[in-house]
């Protein structure tokens, strides 16, 4: 920060970075990284080019947070459903739901993740590695804590499986104009999957 | 073709298609589809820049023909294993087996078809489509012909997580220095989480 601002200066600052990266979510997941420019996404946010400045330095850092910070709301929603459950049926259903919500509600936000401009940013490769690392942890944990109900297996290797499985479902169900309507079922189908690839044995 | 040439010539030019084709893998595994040019995939085939002018209108054009060209060799070696093989764990092992020899030995390819500049061509996401599609189909076979023999289940969503569980498992083997000497246990959890997802009851 090039100086000490009071607390309301702040906040409005903090709407506008906010507005931003709204905008950008959704003018990245329109136009694709490369296409984007800078005003597209001042125009969509409503603010004046220098905000951008103020805030970033390149449309790449930009994308780079907005991806970072996007990565870290997916994680913790899912995380939060997953601790949210005791037994691991429900937590597999209510870590699936709370990623399927996301993606019908805020497509963008998957288009961000796993589709849009990622290879086309080298810098992101990293922060990429360490999303998926993430995402793996949080869906080996429940499988490690429900080690006497599945199969003897390399569960983290289970989980990477269950974390590309699930995404491309996922994608194929945003593809379609009715995902929405299928969203239910896709997350019954997908639970019984990963259920069955632990090799569950509980009720 | 502008004029009609003679076998001999015909032969000598798909010789400098096949080189202008290997060496574009390479070149934008390296550098991505953005930042490869033109000139780099011409040095590196060894040919002259009025050659690639004589195949390609542009680089996005070479760039599909590479993306198609390259999705059927490997969709062609996956449904040859499945295909020489007569129950279900021997095909998924031996699907498995050949797409992870692709990965291991020929990394380009997989960061051709699953990483590199997808995103970044809009042109390509049709074609993307299409490749994913065709994969899955090629993994629900296998299923569709033991259906007495797994779990009563939708194959198509089933083979869906199975694709996209295996492309996961694939890409963290090639992030790690040891992928070769890592492949052949990638392999044998793969199968048997493959055999429990799909509730495999034959022996």
Known sequence: MPYRSSDKTRQKKDAKRTAMMQAAVRV????????????DIVAAAGVAIGTFYFYFPDKETLFVHLYEETADFLLQAIRQAISSRATLPQQIAAGLQAYVNIAVFEPAVIQLLLVGGVGAVPSLTVKQHEFREKLVQIWQRPLQNADTLIAPQNTQRTAEALVGGFDEVVLG??????AGSQAGTAVQELTRFALRAVGYTGS
Do not use: C, Q, S
Not at 28 to 39: L, M, S, V
Not at 173 to 178: D, M
């Open 28 to 39: 990245f997941a329109e136009k694709g990284y490369h296409a984007a420019t800078i005003r």
């Open 173 to 178: 169900l945003l593809r379609h104009p009715e």
